[in-house]
Nanobody, 118 residues
């Protein structure tokens, strides 16, 4: 089992920045892929960004150039640096982890709210 604990959400005006963190505990060796998902009210959960154990990253098109995913392996912590935030980025953001890129959502965090006002 892998436990994931997110932090860093909040409210910001459009154009602002936030950094989300996700601390991983437990059998972290099985979390070869880690990523961020988000879910806005009334919408389906969608992938935002992911990172493999070799550092390969992948981003949702709408976040490319604005969001940066990174991982501190020594601290077992995942980050999502978000810049140039837009109101449409408003959502509950979830950290996820899994054994590989094709299944990067075996484990979930509890979520952290990000609200961007215009």
């Amino acid at each position: 089992q892998v436990q994931l604990v997110e932090s860093g959400g909040g409210s910001v005006q459009a154009g602002g920045s936030l950094r989300l963190s996700c601390a991983a505990f437990g059998y972290t060796y099985s979390a070869n892929c880690m990523g961020w998902f988000r879910q806005a009210p009334g919408k389906e959960r969608e992938g935002v960004a992911s990172i493999d154990s070799d550092g390969t990253t992948d981003y949702r098109d709408s976040t490319k150039g604005r969001f940066t995913i990174s991982k501190d392996n020594a601290k077992n912590t995942l980050y999502l640096q978000m810049t140039s935030l837009k109101p449409e980025d408003t959502a509950m953001y979830y950290c996820a982890a899994g054994p590989h890129a094709a299944y990067c959502s075996a484990y979930w965090g509890q979520g952290t709210q990000v609200t961007v006002s215009s």
